[in-house]
């Protein structure tokens, strides 16, 4: 089992319509989660990070954790022909050596006009 | 302007070879990461720092080196030791505020070949 897992798309979706971003991990330990875009060819950038569960809104953007099921989603609002990215998802792993981010292979969003 | 600067953006490399990528940041970050991101996958971790002059192995440092003689310099040198090194090398940065609390940034990356 990997340590966290993406659906790798591509997701579709209409322009205007909720897009919805899924990730499972497999450390319990994990404490905080992120959300990253990365657009073809250049670097990641960071969008969202949620640390408790629930759900965390930031403008178009609704990051989503339930540490139960181990899971954590991504929602966009509205979405639009500039969301077309692909979105990785990044869990901390505590250790002995410091902090680390383990990342997913990634989602590949596509928002259709 | 704060932020994190890589380079060169694109370097190329005859097989044998030892080449250099620069990492710098001014976002006065305790931590910096190297990260290699090869097509169709995430990103693996190669090495990390959290303080000057220190640093751990990431989960691929087979025939890689770095140094952290300043806070905000973390240069990575990909040895000929390395036997795929083509990729796309992603540099990053963090605040080390708590052990459960990581949110990196990242440069714009080098991309590195191998001819």
């Known amino acids: 089992q990997k340590e966290v897992e993406q659906n790798s798309g591509p997701l579709s979706v209409p322009e205007g319509a909720i897009a919805s971003l899924n990730c499972t991990y497999s450390d319990r330990g994990s404490q905080s989660f992120f959300w990253y875009r990365q657009y073809s060819g250049k670097s990641p950038e960071l969008i969202m990070f949620?640390?408790?569960?629930g759900d965390k809104e930031d403008g178009r953007f609704t990051a989503q954790l339930n540490k139960a099921s181990q899971y954590v989603s991504l929602l966009i609002r509205d979405s639009q022909p500039s969301d077309s990215a692909t979105y990785l998802c990044?869990?901390?792993?505590?250790?002995?050596?410091?902090?680390?981010?383990?990342f997913g292979t990634g989602t590949q969003l596509k928002v259709e006009l | 302007d704060g932020g994190i600067t890589q380079s060169p953006k694109y370097l190329f490399r005859k097989e044998g070879q030892n080449v250099t990528l620069s990492c710098e940041q001014n976002?006065?970050?305790?931590?910096m990461y190297w990260y290699r991101q090869d097509p169709g996958q995430g990103l693996r971790l190669i090495y990390y720092s959290q303080i000057v002059n220190d640093f751990q192995k990431g989960d691929i440092a087979e025939g890689y080196s770095v140094s952290r003689e300043k806070k905000e310099s973390f240069p990575l040198t990909v040895t000929s030791a390395q036997k795929n090194p083509t990729a796309f090398y992603l540099c990053a940065s963090s605040i080390v505020r708590s052990i459960s609390y990581n949110e990196q940034f990242f440069g714009p990356g080098t991309r590195l070949t191998v001819l």
């Open positions: 990044a869990v901390n792993r505590p250790t002995g050596g410091g902090n680390k981010l383990t």
């Open positions: 949620i640390y408790s569960n």
């Open positions: 976002l006065n970050h305790d931590a």
